[in-house]
């Protein structure tokens, strides 16, 4: 017994398509001047309705954003990200560097203020402990 799905032949997927960024900017310009609706638009043009939503929806909301940002390529955004999380882990960076510093200010002023022990060498070689390389002897 065959199935319903067999029967009915299924519709081909088109294959995706490329488009230039001047070409959905004109298209984006012909759905702003409301002369057409873009149903009609679309039909006449061989697009896809959700689409051409997108490409108005994506201008509309980076005339929103306004400045310079609006005004970049999507290659330039990706750029200017890159940088920005660069610059960020840059910052990092120097701020744990600059903790470390302090903290070794402190340890060596920690160590300078330490009373010095003359005798601490002496008293190595009175309980017999031997320093590598040196020429102590432990006492036999």
């Known amino acids: 017994m065959e199935s ?17 960024d001047e070409f959905r900017a004109d298209v984006v310009r012909l759905c702003q001047a409301e002369s057409e609706s873009i149903t009609d638009i679309c039909r006449r043009l061989d697009l896809t309705e959700s689409a051409v939503r997108g ?36 910052k990092m960076e120097r701020e744990i560097l600059r ?15 330490a009373p010095f ?11 017999g402990i031997r320093r590598p390389g040196s020429g102590w002897r432990a006492r036999a």
Not at 117 to 127: K, V
Request: positive net charge.
């Open 55 to 90: 490409w108005v929806k994506n201008a509309e909301e980076q005339a929103c954003e306004g400045g310079d940002i609006a005004a970049l390529t999507a290659s330039e955004k990706q750029e200017l990200q890159h940088l920005r999380r660069e610059v960020k882990q840059l």
């Open 117 to 127: 022990d003359s005798d601490w060498t002496m008293s190595f070689q009175l309980e």
């Open 4 to 20: 319903k799905k067999s029967k009915k032949s299924k519709k081909q997927r088109r294959a995706r398509r490329a488009f230039t």
């Open 99 to 113: 903790r470390r510093s302090e903290t070794d200010g402190v340890m060596q002023r920690r160590c300078a203020q």
